[in-house]
């Protein structure tokens, strides 16, 4: 899988579930959506190609905001734990194909 794909798996998975989303599940999906995409983008400027990259680069950017106190702790759980469970159902995805 590439990162295009993989960004394509993890934004489908988000959009999916936007008719019985809870709010906080709306709200974790959005930002989540911004810092995937602006990682692939980074990653694709890097050259860097490999979904591991994406996922660090995810993992780095989720850091940075929860220092910068973009989020507070409650907002950080929820976020952090939606983005664990969009790399579970990824991967499980990727094995399937």
Same mark, same amino acid.
């Given at each position: 899988?590439?990162?295009? !794909?993989?960004? &394509? ?19 974790? #999906? #959005?930002?989540?959506? #911004?810092h ?21 680069r ?6 940075q %905001?929860? *220092?910068? #106190? !973009?989020?507070? !702790?409650?907002?950080?759980? *929820?976020? *952090?734990?939606?983005? %664990? ?6 991967? &499980? ?5």
């Open positions: 899988m590439n990162i295009f !794909e993989f960004e &394509q798996l993890l934004l489908t998975d988000i959009d999916s579930n936007i008719a019985t989303a809870t709010d906080d599940q709306l709200f974790a #999906g #959005g930002y989540l959506r #911004g995937i995409t602006l990682s692939v983008a980074q990653c694709e400027i890097d050259g860097r190609n490999h979904v591991r990259d994406v996922k660090s995810v993992n780095n950017s989720l850091n %905001a929860i *220092l910068s #106190g !973009e989020l507070n !702790e409650q907002d950080q759980k *929820l976020v *952090l734990s939606f983005w %664990a469970d969009l790399i579970t159902k990824a991967e &499980q995805a990727s094995t399937v194909q």
